[in-house]
């Protein structure tokens, strides 16, 4: 059956909030996921959301999501996707499906005039790492991400 890919609504709510628990417990990390499925509803698909989702399905049904967000890079003074979770279901892997969610958002990335794409992969994630250079992508050693979050957060922004 083919895959098509379709913009998620906020009827697929629940799915996400599914998958995205799915890949933090594949991530080791399923004790961090803190948003409920009102979180999903309001940061996804309020008027004004800057977050967009898409939902991969095969013979109608649910296979995997994506969701990303427009950034910018002041040194190409363009802007870029960074895309925050890509997933499909361990049983749908192998055939094609996460190569047509990467294309479709860089197609929309292109047809944007944005200047890159980037996301992050867990350093021990040997076949997220294979596939992501299968696709020509390069990981960026050079750079180390650095992250302020819950109370760390809350303590810096009161100064």
Not at 18 to 35: G, K, N, Q, S, W
Not at 40 to 57: N, P, Q, Y
Not at 101 to 123: F, K, P, Q, T, Y
């Amino acid at each position: 059956m083919p895959v098509t890919i379709r913009p998620a609504v906020l009827a697929d709510a629940a799915q996400i909030l599914a998958f995205i628990t799915e890949l933090a417990d594949y991530e080791r990390a399923r004790h961090e996921v803190v948003a409920t499925l009102a979180d999903i509803k309001h940061s996804l698909f309020d008027a004004g959301s800057t977050v967009r989702s898409l939902i991969c399905e095969r013979d109608g049904q649910a296979i995997g999501f994506a969701v990303y967000f427009y950034s910018y890079s002041t040194w190409l003074g363009r802007n870029g996707i960074y895309l925050e979770d890509l997933y499909v279901t361990p049983q749908q892997r192998g055939d094609g499906a996460g190569r047509k969610l990467l294309r479709h958002i860089a197609r929309e990335a292109v047809e944007n005039g944005c200047g890159r794409m980037e996301w992050s992969v867990l350093d021990w994630n040997e076949p997220a790492i294979g596939f992501y250079q299968s696709l020509g992508a390069e990981p960026q050693d050079e750079w180390i991400r650095y992250r302020l979050d819950g109370e760390r957060l809350r303590q810096f922004a009161e100064g």
